[in-house]
């Protein structure tokens, strides 16, 4: 796998999470970018070569910012391990569908800035953590865990087992995301975000503990699948830290 990209190149180093093999940059020093990029290479012990420009484009694609990192693939966890990955109380993030990398990226880029403490895929309507989901990520899918499930309706009641509540974003739901009772945001949630167009399938639907809209105040109905995690994420994030004691409203 070669992965591109100041912001993608530099998160996976500084992660460490994959096999890491060599880093090509463009020879003559380049901009300050590049010679961190060196610096933690070298830390991190991974060979560095140099190479022109025009090797660099052809081994990375159109407009590799200058570097190229060889590496392997980022590992994946059971929902097991997920589901204690970091610390409570936890937010995972869980796509119905969601099949475009540029897509995942930006949602990896949202759910790791929000503080999510993972992210579950399933295993044949997503895409590859690959090099084009790591750079829509701009590095961030590097840090955050991930676990692809067989069924995403079996691995929601499986979390709902563990004592998690499951969230789904959909359109014409009843309950308006500012509206959302401070009860239902004690211990860990899941926020099921579906595919632009689709939305939630309906088997998904049908095991939410909450279904949730964003409020939308302009003439336009919804908004993309990544801007509307940004925004539930956040808010949640927001309120959860918040949360009033058991029984309190």
């Known amino acids: 796998m070669r992965l591109t990209g100041v912001h993608a190149v530099r998160e996976a180093l500084r992660a460490?999470?994959?096999?890491?093999?060599?880093?090509?940059?463009?020879?003559?020093?380049?901009?300050?970018?590049?010679?961190?990029?060196r610096a933690l290479a070298h830390e991190a012990g991974v060979a560095v070569s140099e190479e022109p420009p025009e090797r660099l484009d052809a081994a990375g694609g159109p407009?590799?910012?200058?570097?190229?990192?060889?590496?392997?693939?980022?590992?994946?966890?059971?929902?097991?391990?997920?589901?204690?990955?970091?610390a409570p109380p936890r937010t995972l993030v869980a796509l119905d569908g969601v099949e475009d990398p540029q897509n995942l990226g930006a949602i990896a880029r949202v759910a790791e800035g929000a503080g999510a403490t993972g992210l579950v895929?399933?295993?044949?309507?997503?895409?590859?953590?690959?090099?084009?989901?790591?750079?829509?990520?701009?590095?961030?899918?590097?840090?955050?865990?991930?676990?692809?499930?067989?069924?995403?309706?079996?691995?929601?009641?499986?979390?709902?087992?563990?004592?998690?509540?499951?969230?789904?974003?959909?359109?014409?739901?009843?309950l308006s995301l500012w509206e959302v009772p401070g009860r239902w945001l004690e211990g860990g949630r899941v926020v099921v975000l579906g595919a632009e167009g689709r939305g939630l399938r309906h088997g998904t639907s049908q095991v939410l503990d909450h279904r949730v809209r964003i409020p939308m105040a302009g003439r336009v109905g919804s908004l993309n699948v990544a801007a509307a995690a940004a925004v539930v994420l956040f808010e949640l994030a927001r309120r959860g830290s918040k949360a009033p004691p058991t029984g309190v409203p």
């Open 121 to 174: 895929i399933t295993r044949r309507r997503a895409p590859p953590l690959g090099a084009a989901v790591a750079r829509a990520s701009a590095g961030a899918i590097e840090w955050l865990p991930v676990a692809r499930v067989p069924n995403l309706r079996r691995a929601l009641q499986q979390l709902q087992e563990r004592g998690f509540w499951v969230f789904g974003a959909e359109v014409e739901a009843p």
């Open 63 to 86: 407009n590799p910012q200058g570097v190229v990192l060889e590496a392997g693939p980022l590992p994946e966890l059971s929902l097991a391990a997920l589901a204690e990955a970091g």
């Open 16 to 37: 460490r999470r994959r096999p890491l093999y060599r880093l090509r940059v463009r020879a003559e020093g380049g901009p300050e970018a590049l010679r961190e990029l």
